[in-house]
């Protein structure tokens, strides 16, 4: 397997944190919208900047890694937020956002050090940081058929997420060598 180049990861992290930085995404949780529902679900993760930062940072972690990671890790997050999102009642809305911060952190810091743990480590602290997102929607979630929708529009929109994360970095791996092939002949 091919040394993710810590350039890239430099550009990768620094292409991630922009998005959050758009204007709009410093709003805690909106996204919910009258009735909830599948348009709120789906744009929930993309009106909070914990949740698209956490999300697009589990992508490029994922990316950095690479192999069996790069599909384990997306699922498992996934799998762990709606079990999040099942169990909601039983933890206390302060936990929920304790975990959500501490997520956005270590995710960040598990792609910028290009943190390579065995697969089962890095699949218990992505497992963790998607029951801290599940816990959130699952206390902000409307009541009734609107929480189905509601569930199946943030959980695609937290894949369509880690994707885009696992997409930046392969652009990254690719753009890095191609600049210093044409710096290199410019010289």
Do not use: C, N, Y
């Amino acid at each position: 397997m091919k040394r993710f180049p810590p350039k890239a990861a430099l550009v990768a992290l620094s292409a991630l944190l922009t998005l959050t930085a758009l204007p709009g995404t410093a709003l805690a949780h909106p996204g919910h919208g009258a009735g909830g529902g599948l348009v709120a679900g789906l744009l929930h993760p993309l009106t909070g900047a914990d949740h698209l930062a956490a999300m697009l940072l589990a992508g490029a972690w994922a990316g950095i890694i690479g192999g069996r990671a790069a599909r384990v890790l997306p699922v498992t997050l996934l799998a762990a937020m709606l079990g999040g999102f099942v169990t909601a009642a039983l933890v206390p809305a302060g936990l929920a956002e304790v975990m959500i911060g501490s997520s956005v952190v270590g995710l960040a810091l598990a792609a910028l050090l290009r943190l390579r743990p065995p697969l089962w480590l890095a699949a218990a602290g992505v497992a963790l940081a998607g029951l801290g997102h599940g816990f959130a929607h699952g206390l902000e979630a409307p009541g009734g058929v609107a929480r189905i929708g509601f569930v199946f529009g943030f959980l695609a929109a937290a894949a369509a997420l880690q994707m885009a994360g696992l997409g930046v970095v392969a652009l990254a791996r690719r753009a890095l060598p191609l600049r210093r092939a044409v710096w290199h002949k410019a010289r």
